[in-house]
């Protein structure tokens, strides 16, 4: 079985200018505005992980994975999580050379550990949601 791992990558606030406007409106300190955002995304991001790994531990409770394969897909999301890190600071053009390297790769990953394609969704869900990629 897996477990969450606390996680925080420092990432640019794409909200800043509405939290700024928040706390301008309602007379409020910015930072604390800014730590409410902060936590409700951390609490969303753990939400997210702790499904992902419940629907992974119950595929191995219903045999369909082995608790090997779900292992090497907790591990491989770790290492696609720190793929995503390395990209911060290249171009859109290098980025989707990269992803589309990481695609062929985690394809052929997911064909040697026997795992069905369908069980890596949140691989899908990444390259999809934070570059606008499509799984072939």
């Known amino acids: ?12 606030n794409r ?3 509405l939290v700024s406007a928040i706390a ?8 604390d505005v800014q730590k409410v955002f902060d936590d409700h995304r951390a609490q969303g991001r753990a939400t997210m ?4 790994i419940d629907r992974i531990n119950a595929l191995v409770a219903a045999g369909t994975l082995t608790q090997g394969q ?3 897909i907790f591990s491989k999301k770790t290492e696609l999580e720190t793929f995503k890190a390395s990209l911060q600071g290249n171009t859109k053009a ?3 050379v990269a992803i589309k390297a990481q695609l062929e790769s985690l394809e052929q990953w997911a064909k040697d550990n026997n795992i069905p394609l369908k069980e890596l969704g949140f691989a899908k869900w990444f390259l999809h949601r ?3 990629l499509f799984w072939k």
């Not at 079985?1 to 640019?12: I, Q």
């Not at 301008?24 to 930072?31: A, E, K």
């Open 70 to 72: 779900a292992n090497n």
């Open 15 to 17: 909200l800043s200018g």
């Open 49 to 52: 992980e702790q499904k992902f």
């Open 24 to 31: 301008q409106r309602f007379n409020l300190n910015v930072q």
């Open 94 to 96: 290098e980025i989707k």
């Open 1 to 12: 079985m897996y477990a969450v791992a606390a996680s925080d990558t420092a990432k640019p």
């Open 130 to 132: 934070q570059h606008g």
